[in-house]
């Protein structure tokens, strides 16, 4: 089931916005290890997945703010491009953003495995 269905609503309103926040971070790193992107292209892509609806109506604030955190970490580096006389400013994955991903994808995975023994 995707992430516009009831369960998952139902989940949203029960996480504590500190996870959606690391949730969020992690689906930041995730989408730039495929490419090159601009906020704005990458809250729609959050918003056309049903993640936007599953993260709350903060979304926006908390893309920008989330993409501050992950520069100053290092994990990302913004570039700033004109394109059709304005200034978007893309983001790239770093080597140690990167290597971050690897460890989240292997602590959600241990994680998740434990937790699926709770619905056994």
């Given at each position: 089931m995707g992430l516009k269905d009831n369960s998952s609503h139902?989940?949203?309103?029960?996480?504590?916005?500190e996870l959606k926040r690391v949730i969020l971070k992690a689906r930041i790193l995730g989408r730039l290890k495929h490419g090159k992107t601009y906020s704005y292209a990458m809250i729609k892509e959050f918003e056309g997945s049903g993640f936007a609806e599953f993260f709350g109506p903060t979304i926006k604030n908390d893309t920008y703010n989330a993409l501050g955190v992950l520069i100053?970490?290092?994990?990302?580096?913004?570039?700033?491009?004109?394109?059709?006389?304005?200034?978007?400013?893309?983001?790239?994955?770093?080597?140690?953003?990167?290597?971050?991903?690897?460890?989240i994808g292997k602590l959600m995975v241990r994680t998740l495995k434990e937790a699926s023994r709770l619905f056994r």
């Open positions: 139902f989940a949203s309103q029960l996480m504590p916005m100053k970490a290092g994990y990302i580096k913004m570039q700033p491009k004109v394109e059709g006389g304005k200034v978007k400013n893309y983001y790239a994955l770093t080597a140690r953003g990167d290597a971050a991903l690897k460890s």
